[in-house]
Antibody, heavy 118, light 110 residues
Framework: QITLKESGPTLVKPTQTLTLTCTFSGFSLTSSGVGVDWIRQPPGMPLEWLAFTSGTDDKHYSPSLRSRLSITRDISKNQVVLTMTDMDPVDTATYFC??????????WGQGTMVTVSS | QSALTQPASVSGSPGQSITISCSGTDSDVANYNLVSWYQQHPGKAPKVVIYEGTKRPSGVSNRFSGSKSGNTASLTISGLQAEDEADYYCCSYTRSGTWLFGGGTKVSVL
């Protein structure tokens, strides 16, 4: 059974860097065709894809946020970490990590709400 | 990179069929059979109902089906039920190796 869970701060100040951790189980992030993605959703707004890392350590980022995002993986801990720099109130959202396979997100974490406010 | 275009809302009566459209460009929907669809109930994480354009994951009702014509993908829900009332999002793989979501469609069961 595949599970994912997001963790990180619930409140960050403007200009700070956000670090979120996705801890997963039930699969190995060393296989081709498998990945972990980060997706966010501001309150009342649509989903927005952010970043992806694969079993082959391939990485892709949203073009509009590429300069602010970094995604890394720790295979030994079964974790994927997303960092987002220069946080702004518009970045207030629920952040999800998801298991990617067959070009879709088949299992999602519960999400973690992050508020950006001074 | 603009979001894929979906209608803001679609409604139908129980038992009816509804179709949600998802329009993209040559950089995404038109050139890849890699559109997925997600159902999201309030306060919950999204759930995939269609992947690779037309495939249905195990456990998803066969009332959900996907199709594509040109740069527009579609999700059809047949035999509409009260439990289908939710937000639905399309998502496409893109030429840049990234993913792009639609703006979402609120489905109401009258």
């Amino acid at each position: 059974q595949i599970t994912l869970k997001e963790s990180g701060p619930t409140l960050v100040k403007p200009t700070q860097t956000l670090t979120l951790t996705c801890t997963f189980s039930g699969f190995s992030l060393t296989s081709s065709g498998v990945g972990v993605d980060w997706i966010r959703q501001p309150p009342g707004m649509p989903l927005e894809w952010l970043a992806f890392t694969s079993g082959t350590d391939d990485k892709h980022y949203s073009p509009s946020l590429r300069s602010r995002l970094s995604i890394t993986r720790d295979i030994s801990k079964n974790q994927v970490v997303l960092t987002m720099t220069d946080m702004d109130p518009v970045d207030t959202a629920t952040y999800f990590c998801a298991h990617g396979v067959d070009y879709a997100f088949d299992v999602w974490g519960q999400g973690t709400m992050v508020t950006v406010s001074s | 990179q603009s979001a894929l275009t979906q209608p803001a809302s679609v409604s139908g009566s129980p038992g009816q069929s509804i179709t949600i459209s998802c329009s993209g460009t040559d950089s995404d929907v038109a050139n890849y059979n890699l559109v997925s669809w997600y159902q999201q109930h309030p306060g919950k994480a999204p759930k995939v109902v269609i992947y690779e354009g037309t495939k249905r994951p195990s456990g998803v009702s066969n009332r959900f089906s996907g199709s594509k014509s040109g740069n527009t993908a579609s999700l059809t829900i047949s035999g509409l039920q009260a439990e289908d009332e939710a937000d639905y999002y399309c998502c496409s793989y893109t030429r840049s190796g990234t993913w792009l979501f639609g703006g979402g469609t609120k489905v109401s069961v009258l």
